[in-house]
Each structure stands twice: as C-alpha cells, then as structure tokens.
C-alpha cells in the first residue's frame, strides 16, 4: 500500500470513530499516525505546481495577505502602500506576488499582495501552496473576507492550518528531550484535561520517541503535542479584515459580527473607508517598538527609529544597528517609560520600552 491509500485509510477509519472519552487514546494515535504520513509524502513529492514565488524581503516586517479570490486583496494593498497591483471584477487576477511599502510610525512594513487561494489550496488546488507558503514566513497574516462571504473564515483557516502555519496559537510550552535508551519520561507541572499521560505516550511513539523525557507545561490537547513532535510549525499572528462593508448596513454588518465570533477590522478599500484604523491595527497585531538612537554626544534621531519586536533586549538594539557593533557595547543610558528616571544607565539585558531613547556605550 502507498503512501496516500494509508494516509486514506486512517482518515476513513477516523471518520468512524466517534470522538468521546473512550476513543481519546485511539483518536490520538491516529492523528500521530496521520501527522507522520503527510510529513512523509510531502518529504516526498512536490505537489506545489511550480516553483516558489521569489520575493526578496524587504523593510522592518513582511505582511501577507491571505483570501479567497475578488475579495479585495489588491485593491487593499493599493489604498495601504504605493503599489499598483491589477484589480478586476473577476477571479484570479493576481497571479504572482506584487509586493508594496506601508511607512507607519517610521517603519517599513513591506505588504505582500498574493493570488486569491480556494478551497483545497493546501492540497495543490490553484497552486495554492505556493501563495500558502508565502505565509509561512510572515510576521503578520492579513485574512481578508469578503462582506458576503464572512464564512470564509474558516476555510482560510483550514488551509493555513494544513499547511503547518497556525494563527494566532503560541507554540506550546513543552520541552522534549530525546535519548537512545533508558524509555520515556512524561511529566507535566499542570494538570492535563485534553490528554492522558499514556496517549502523550503513544503519540510520542508513533513518532519516534521512546528514550528521553518529555516535559509538558501548560493544558494541550494532542494537536499541540504532534505539533512541537513534527517540529516544522509556524506561529503567525493574524488580523481579520472584512472588505467590501461599503455594500451593506450596520444591521448587516452586526450580524456577521456574531458569524465570525473573533474580532474583525470592517473596511471598504475602494471607498477608502477605515483604512486609518487598519493600518493602526496592523501596527498593534505586528506588536513592534520603536527606538530613538542618540549619539553620546548627539541629538536623539526621532525621524528614523530602530524597529523591534516588543520584548527585545539592549543587546538586539545593538545587532539591530550592526551584528558586530554589540561586541563593543558594554551598557547603556535610557529615557523613556522602560525607566524611572532620564537618562538612567542600564546593562544591555535591559528590556526598552516604546518610544525610548537609547545611548549605546562602548
Ligand atoms: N464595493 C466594493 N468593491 C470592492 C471593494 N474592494 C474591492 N472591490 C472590487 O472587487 C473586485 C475584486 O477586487 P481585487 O482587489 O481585484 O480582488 P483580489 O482579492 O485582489 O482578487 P484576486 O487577485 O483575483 O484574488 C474589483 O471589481 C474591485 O473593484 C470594496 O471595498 N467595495
Ligand atoms: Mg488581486
């Protein structure tokens, strides 16, 4: 039997199995199982239908965005950015990349037009693995839906997923160490409530690890833990956009809010309706800080500010300006809400805040 009969197998005989109390040990098996074959068949054949789109990166962040086709991905790239990407009545008039710059709050966010993807794109319909795997190195992904069609949702979602990249999740806090003999050790520092310690067992095994010891920090449920197994997971943030809200009234519009369940940026692009608040969302979701640098001796630059993921270090502001220019560093001065007071000195550990002012000392 190949590959894809087996693959077709366990999926028929998870079909069957009712999913209660009872059948949680066998379900997570097979979802091992599973897991572990489509990671072999894709090991395998290259079902992408051609090469991979080249796109060379460019500014503070990449932002991708993901919808089904005519919903407006173009025309909301053109409205954000300086980019003049087809727009067209009918489906599937992008068909390659077209990349444009946001400058918001003195960064670069370099924004990704992509083809429209449907449903199946995971599994090479309308070669949507190619513009899938255009996420799978985002920092932000921009699901876009179409005011009629909110329920694409869910199928966006789906494809995604499929694709190993998972919105919106953290990878879960597991540690797992392997070893060549001595069997396996699970434990967890939380009480589990979506997984038996022998299924956590048995799923280890179907991928291989039987010798070493795995360390389970927070509630997951088997998904997660064949996740951190097969190792390959994206972690992407998302932002919701619902286009086209020029076509509809509040009425409408407070219905689909209950539909999706998650919250939404409501804009029209072609009337240029909200794209100030999508863009201050798109700032928030990519949740960057920006850094005034100054010179010992110099004025605080407040035009052009260094660009970080919030939670960064002193020591990624110095690699930030050069990767060799934090071999000099050794501490450094910081005004700004990070500090209680002007001007304080700090050891490259310290975490700045938003806004702050930096002196680098060497
Ligand atoms: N009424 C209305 N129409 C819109 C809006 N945004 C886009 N459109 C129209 O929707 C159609 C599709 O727009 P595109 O921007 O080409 O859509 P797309 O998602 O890039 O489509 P593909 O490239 O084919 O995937 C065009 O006719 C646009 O004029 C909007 O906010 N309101
Ligand atoms: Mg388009």
């Known amino acids: 039997m190949g590959l894809p009969e087996k693959i077709k197998q366990i999926e028929e005989e998870m079909k069957k199995t009712q999913i209660h109390k009872h059948t949680e040990h066998h379900i997570g098996l097979l979802k091992a199982k599973l897991a572990r074959l489509r990671?072999?068949?894709?090991?395998?054949?290259?079902?992408?239908g051609g090469p991979a789109f080249e796109i060379r990166k460019g500014g503070d962040a990449t932002v991708?965005?993901?919808g089904l086709p005519s919903v407006g991905k173009s025309t909301i790239l053109n409205r954000l950015t300086n980019a003049k990407s087809k727009v067209a009545a009918y489906a599937f008039t992008t068909l390659t990349v077209v990349p444009g710059i946001l400058r918001y709050n003195g960064a670069d966010i370099q924004i990704l037009d992509l083809p429209g993807i449907i449903s199946g794109a995971s599994s090479g319909k309308g070669r949507g693995r190619r513009v899938l795997s255009v996420a799978r190195n985002a920092d932000l992904a921009m699901l876009i839906l179409d005011v009629f069609q909110p329920g694409q949702l869910d199928l966006l979602k789906h494809e995604l997923n499929e694709m190993g990249i998972r919105v919106n999740q953290k990878p879960p806090d597991v540690v797992i160490t392997r070893s060549n003999k001595g069997g396996l050790a699970v434990t967890s520092s939380v009480k589990l409530t979506k997984l038996s310690l022998a299924t956590v067992k048995g799923i280890a095994d179907a991928y291989g690890v039987s010798n070493g010891s795995i360390l389970i920090r927070e509630d997951i449920n088997d998904d997660q833990l064949i996740d951190i197994l097969t190792g390959n997971r994206r972690y992407v943030p998302a932002l919701v956009v619902l286009n086209k809200v020029d076509l509809v009234n509040e009425q409408y519009l407070a219905a689909v809010k209950k539909q999706v369940g998650t919250s939404f940026v409501p804009v029209s692009a072609e009337k240029g309706l909200n794209m100030d608040v999508l863009a201050d969302r798109l700032w928030e979701t990519l949740n960057f800080i920006r850094i005034y640098l100054k010179r010992p001796d110099g004025e605080a630059d407040f035009e052009k500010p260094l660009i970080l993921p919030a939670g960064s270090s002193l020591r990624d502001v110095c690699k930030k300006i050069h990767p060799r220019f934090v071999e000099g560093a050794k501490y450094a001065f910081?005004?700004?809400?990070?500090?209680?007071?002007?001007?304080?000195?700090?050891?490259?550990?310290?975490?700045?805040?938003?806004?702050?002012v930096v002196t680098i000392m060497r």
């Open 334 to 356: 910081v005004t700004g809400s990070s500090v209680k007071f002007e001007g304080q000195r700090v050891s490259l550990d310290h975490v700045p805040a938003d806004k702050d």
């Open 64 to 66: 991708v965005l993901i």
């Open 39 to 48: 990671a072999e068949l894709e090991a395998s054949t290259s079902k992408g």
